[in-house]
């Protein structure tokens, strides 16, 4: 059963209402900091002031114990807190978050879980060899083996869409320009871009889009995730459990990564730059591909 089918069942409780508008209790850290730097021009160099994107820590004690620590840019923390155990195969849906706590100047996230599996934490950490659904599968996480299901859509899109959204992506990310250091990730329809987010970790901006999407109840099904970042394995992990079927890159996949993609059956466009791209996986759905 996929996430989507998931989401559709389960029924509201107050904490999952409020969690999807929930806030940090603190002030919070801001995602762009400045520098004093030395800027040469070609012709002299010359003191000036520089945008920085921000880097900290932030430790997730799930029911009281340490469970991970990550390194993020300090935006839509509940989101990435949410993905992040989604993705790890903690949660299901929203609804299992009994409590969400941030304490982001001190850098922790305190989650209390229903009825937390206690094999779904141990298996974090442990790899699985097996080949269920392909020889690429042979090696990841326990979890991922449990988690990244294939994926089923008959959206297609066109060449030309595929450039209008990875346009409307770059244009979203202002702390992007600002700093020239963060990945963007941003889930649309075939028209339009509907939410983006921004860190310095590619995995971290695909968990806030899965995050928002766990909180907001957006059906992911018909949607497509365009992305900045290398298309790695663990990338196409990330938007199989989202459960997005074409996935929309500037940048290069790796052969893992494209094994994984056919098996999980995720469209790979990569290269998208200017009047160019590349379709890799699952050509299908790229109505020129036809």
Not at 177 to 188: E, I, P, S, V, Y
């Amino acid at each position: 059963m996929t996430l989507e089918n998931e989401q559709d069942r389960v029924e509201s409780t107050g904490f999952a209402e409020s969690l999807k508008s929930a806030e940090p209790a603190e002030p919070g850290l801001s995602s762009t900091t400045t520098w004093n730097i030395y800027r040469y021009n070609g012709t002299e160099i010359l003191p000036q002031e520089d945008t920085i994107a921000t880097e900290t820590p932030l430790t997730i004690k799930v029911d009281g114990e340490e469970f991970a620590t990550l390194v993020y840019t300090p935006t839509d923390s509940v989101d990435l807190v949410t993905g992040f155990l989604a993705s790890e195969g903690l949660i299901r849906f929203v609804d299992q978050i009994e409590s969400l706590t941030l304490e982001e100047e001190r850098g922790f996230a305190y989650v209390k879980l229903r009825h937390l599996h206690q094999l779904s934490k141990q298996m974090v950490s442990k790899r699985f060899i097996g080949s269920c659904c392909g020889k690429s599968r042979q090696f990841y996480f326990h979890n991922d083996a449990r988690t990244a299901k294939t994926v089923s859509t008959k959206l297609q899109i066109t060449i030309q869409q595929c450039f209008h959204l990875m346009s409307l992506m770059q244009e979203q990310s202002a702390d992007f320009r600002a700093t020239g250091g963060l990945h963007n990730a941003a889930l649309c329809t075939a028209d339009e871009l509907l939410l983006s987010r921004s860190d310095i970790g590619r995995h971290n901006a695909l968990d806030k889009i899965y995050g928002h999407s766990l909180r907001q109840r957006i059906p992911v099904r018909d949607k497509v995730i365009a992305f900045s970042g290398r298309v790695s394995s663990e990338v196409v992990l990330k938007v199989a459990k989202i459960g997005v079927g074409i996935l929309l890159s500037k940048s290069a996949p790796t052969d893992l990564a494209l094994r994984l993609a056919q098996d999980l059956g995720i469209t790979v466009v990569g290269f998208i730059r200017r009047d160019q791209l590349t379709v890799y996986t699952h050509p299908q759905r790229i109505a020129e591909c036809r």
